[in-house]
């Protein structure tokens, strides 16, 4: 009844009221039924908004909704997940791993998050990037040589799509006490150890741009 929302209704909770309009100095009315139905879905967000990943990684993605009401609630488990780009990344809706995505190649998809029956739909980008190193392997272990002799060390790179690559050439190497022997990183003979004194050194790879390393 305030000025300027005079017969404006706002709702409350769900059920049935009947509303009345009266005029005072006739006591003329008239009435009508208002039913207040369940909260209805409006939107879904879909987070995080616009991750990447790195090729042979996962990512879980969350779907929350906003209902009439402003009321929130955690849809991941109960919406249907799609991807549009399936050679890019998958998206799963499978029991127990709803909403896991997991890439295949490098490039972009849109993940989308459904409800089935209203149709309300969220969304956001994934992009997939070329796979990054996760590990080093120095090869051989605990060797030894004679003072005087060369014994060629091997870095192996395991990445985050699960492939191997000789990275001997592109890590840093080093000798944690140079007078027992030292390590190359000369063109042609990186990883190449010279026996100098008896002793034990630690040899270590140290890859530059992701300081992974191993010893």
């Known amino acids: 009844n305030a000025d300027g929302t ?37 939107s879904i967000a879909v987070t995080p908004s ?35 780009d399936t050679d890019v990344a998958t998206i799963s809706n499978a029991g127990g791993s709803q909403g896991l995505a997991s890439s295949a190649s490098v490039g972009t998809t849109t993940i989308t998050a459904t409800d089935s029956g209203t149709s309300v739909a969220g969304t956001t980008t994934l992009t997939v ?26 870095a192996t790179g395991t990445f985050s799509d699960s ?6 050439d592109a890590v840093t190497w080093s000798s944690s006490a140079p007078a027992v022997a030292t390590v190359s990183n000369a063109e042609d003979s990186e990883g190449l150890a010279t026996g100098v004194a008896a002793g034990v050194t630690t040899i270590q790879a140290t890859h530059p741009a992701t300081s992974i390393s191993d010893s």
């Open 129 to 154: 990037t070329p796979a990054t190193l996760v590990s080093l392997a120095v090869t051989p272990a605990d060797a030894s040589l004679l003072q005087g002799n060369t014994l060629q060390y091997t």
């Open 163 to 168: 492939t191997v690559d000789d990275l001997t």
């Open 50 to 84: 616009s991750p990447s990943i790195a090729l042979g990684l996962t990512r879980q993605f969350t779907a929350t909704g906003t209902y009439s009401d402003a009321s929130q609630q955690d849809l991941t488990t109960s919406i249907t997940w799609s991807s549009s």
């Open 6 to 42: 005079r017969g404006a209704s706002s709702s409350q909770g769900v059920g049935s009221t009947t509303i009345t309009a009266l005029d005072s100095g006739s006591s003329i009315s008239g009435a009508t039924t208002l039913t207040v139905t369940p909260a209805v879905l409006v």
